[in-house]
């Protein structure tokens, strides 16, 4: 059964970090390229980073670069994201993706809250 699950996500008090991470079955990650996105209620996904499948171009929105690090371990066919220096406005589902045409997987999010 191909399955996209993130994990990681929680409370954490403003300026502090998470680490989330997206674990695939049923299909080798390093063929895809892989994509955090998150939504904050009453908003629209967006996206907050992307790696290509050669790991060679990776992508931030700016309003987490220099703050997050996305990255693989193809051993344990899983993607991190490194969240640091979170804010009230990181508060959001976050969702990895896979592609690779013609296939597209979602994993079913995970919650990330900012408060103190």
């Known amino acids: 059964q191909v399955q996209l699950v993130e994990s990681g996500g929680g409370l954490v008090q403003p300026g502090g970090s998470l680490r989330l991470s997206c674990a695939a079955s049923?299909?080798?990650?390093?063929?895809?390229?892989i994509g955090w996105f998150r939504q904050a209620p009453g908003k629209e996904r967006e996206a907050v980073s992307c790696?290509?499948?050669?790991?060679?171009?990776?992508y931030y929105a700016d309003s987490v670069k220099d703050r997050f690090t996305i990255s693989r371990d193809n051993a344990k066919n899983t993607v991190y994201l490194q969240m640091n220096s979170l804010q009230p406005e990181d508060t959001a589902v976050y969702y990895c993706?896979?592609?690779?045409?013609?296939?597209?997987?979602w994993g079913q999010g995970t919650q990330v809250t900012v408060s103190s």
């Open positions: 993706n896979a592609y690779r045409w013609p296939s597209h997987y």
């Open positions: 049923g299909f080798t990650l390093d063929d895809y390229a």
């Open positions: 790696v290509s499948s050669s790991d060679e171009f990776k």
